[in-house]
C-alpha cells in the first residue's frame, strides 16, 4: 500500500471518523498517516508532485498536523447527522479537483 501512495499524483483524504455514541468526530490516525506519506510526495524534489484534498468534520478535533496551508474541504452536519449542504460540498471539492488538474 504504501509503494502505491508514493506513486499517486493526486488524492483526497477524508481525515474524520465519528467518535462511538457522541456527535463529534476525531481524525482516524491510520488516515492520517497516509495522508503524510502523499503530503511527503507533494515536496519540492520529487519527480512526480502530488495534490491531495484533506476533507475532514467541521465538528471535529483540533487537526493532528498543520493543515492550513492546505485547502480542506470541511464537511458540515445536521441535527440529523445528514451533510447539511451537499451540493455546496460538492461543488467545493469539484473546484479543489479541477485547480489540481493541468491547464
Known sequence: MLNGLGKCRYGICYLSEL?????????????????????????IGQQILASWIPVREKISDIPSFDLTSE?????????????????????????????LLPG
Request: aromatic share 4%; charged share 35%.
Open 19 to 43: 467518535i462511538d455514541d457522541t456527535d463529534t468526530y476525531r481524525d482516524n490516525p491510520n488516515v492520517i498517516f497516509k495522508s503524510g506519506i502523499l503530503h511527503g510526495c507533494s515536496e
Open 71 to 99: 485547502r480542506t474541504a470541511v464537511v458540515d452536519r445536521d441535527n440529523k447527522r445528514e451533510i447539511a449542504d451537499i451540493e455546496h460540498l460538492k461543488q467545493l471539492i469539484i473546484k479543489r479537483v479541477d485547480s
